[in-house]
């Protein structure tokens, strides 16, 4: 048997773009805009090739969207982790002052204690 061109040609298109071409050719006959008589078939090929370049643009334009939600949803978690480290700067500035101002407390107890141990001994050794 012999096999046309054109066979050869439709064996290494996938089925289901075979079946797009057509159900396009339908739909333009059933909308009138190609006159019955003037018909013209295009090969498969170019339209295959029309067809793959709109979706390049659109994979294009899709991975665009997909990139820009990404950098704001990156932003957005830098300006979360941003302001949970200021917040936890001022958290630890307000340990620090605390303990700063414990430090002192503590200091000034020690010397009150000492201060009321030597009136103790003094107390002592006077009634001794």
Sequence with gaps: MKRSSQDS???SIP???KLYVVDSIND???LNL???GSQQLFPLEEKLQDISTDS???SRSLFLVG???VLIISLALVSFVIF???QTENKMEDVSRRLAAEGKDI???KKINSIIVKRLNQLDSEQS
Excluded: Q, Y
Aim: with cysteine.
């Design 28 to 30: 333009l006959n059933k």
């Design 84 to 86: 949970l480290i200021v």
């Design 67 to 69: 990139l820009i939600i």
């Design 9 to 11: 040609g439709s064996r």
């Design 15 to 17: 089925e289901d773009r």
């Design 34 to 36: 190609c006159p019955a």
């Design 56 to 58: 390049g643009n659109g």
């Design 107 to 109: 200091d000034d107890l």
